[in-house]
């Protein structure tokens, strides 16, 4: 006779109930180191982020027109753009743009994907800005050449806030 977990004898059997514990205490340990605060996670450096971006290629400055305000009141919302000097053409495109930080909880912001039918190769966004930092924009072509452009802003009042020692 099996015994049941409730005293009514119509409960779940004792052996299945412990199982169930199991799976669901180890469930919420799965939980938990998922969703641990980012600052216990270890965030790539703006070098890391950048040699992930150009996958071993030499980045050469320039070809990259660079637009953001250098000095800015509030960085909850930054605004930017972005513009490579490329014919859009099959032969010669732009495959991607990205935009990197140095001080933002993540380093990587964010990464466009672009080709021949994009017609140019140019992207404006809006960036959240953790405090004064480096933004470094990254421009990888068709023929696999990685080019850069960079600039510094001063954030007067920062977003983001975080530890960002």
């Known amino acids: 006779m099996l015994r049941c977990a409730r005293n009514d004898g119509v409960g779940i ?10 799976v669901l205490a180890a469930g919420v340990g799965f939980a938990v180191l998922l969703l641990a605060p980012s600052s216990a996670r270890a965030r790539p450096s703006l070098q890391e982020a950048i040699r992930g971006f150009a996958g071993g290629a030499e980045i050469h400055p320039g070809r990259i027109k660079f637009d953001i305000p250098p000095l800015v009141e509030n960085g909850n919302a930054v605004g930017v753009t972005v513009a490579v000097d490329s014919p859009m053409t099959a032969a010669d495109h732009v495959r991607r743009i990205g935009l990197f930080n140095e001080k933002n909880p993540q380093a990587d912001m964010v990464v466009f994907h672009l080709g021949p039918r994009s017609g140019r190769a140019s992207v404006a966004t809006r960036l959240r800005l953790a405090t004064s930092q480096t933004i470094v924009a990254l421009a990888e072509m068709s023929d696999g050449t990685v080019w850069s452009a960079e600039a510094d802003v001063i954030v007067t009042l920062a977003a983001c806030i975080e530890d960002l020692s």
């Open 13 to 22: 059997p004792e052996q299945l109930s412990l199982a169930r514990r199991g």
